[in-house]
């Protein structure tokens, strides 16, 4: 079973930026692939940004080229730097972990952006 926590959501200026960290633990061998989706306004989960064990990443139109997606595959950790924030950024983010075929998540980290 994974296990996935999250930390670095908080509550910043427009323009500004935060580090969302994720670490997977438990009895499992390394992720293929982690990454962050993030509530949408309507309903359902929007992709943000992903990164396979081999260093492919993945973004959506929206942040590309304002949030950096990085892994440690050592620790079994992914990081999503988020630079230039929007007030539109304003939602929940989830973390994802994909563990031989099965997709795990976290419990989801609030950030907020004041404009």
């Known amino acids: 079973q994974v296990q996935l926590v999250e930390s670095g959501g908080g509550l910043v200026q427009a323009g500004g930026s935060l580090r969302l960290s994720c670490a997977a633990s438990?009895?499992?061998?390394?992720?293929?692939?982690m990454g962050w989706y993030r509530q949408a306004p309507e309903n359902g989960r929007g992709l943000v940004a992903t990164i396979t064990r081999g260093g492919s990443t993945n973004y959506a139109d929206s942040v590309k080229g304002r949030f950096t997606i990085s892994g440690d595959n050592a620790k079994n950790t992914v990081y999503l730097q988020m630079n230039s924030l929007k007030p539109e950024d304003t939602t929940v983010y989830y973390c994802?972990?994909?563990?031989?075929?099965?997709?795990?998540w976290g419990q989801g980290t609030q950030v907020t952006v004041s404009s």
């Open positions: 994802f972990a994909d563990v031989v075929g099965l997709r795990s």
């Open positions: 438990g009895r499992i061998d390394s992720p293929s692939a």
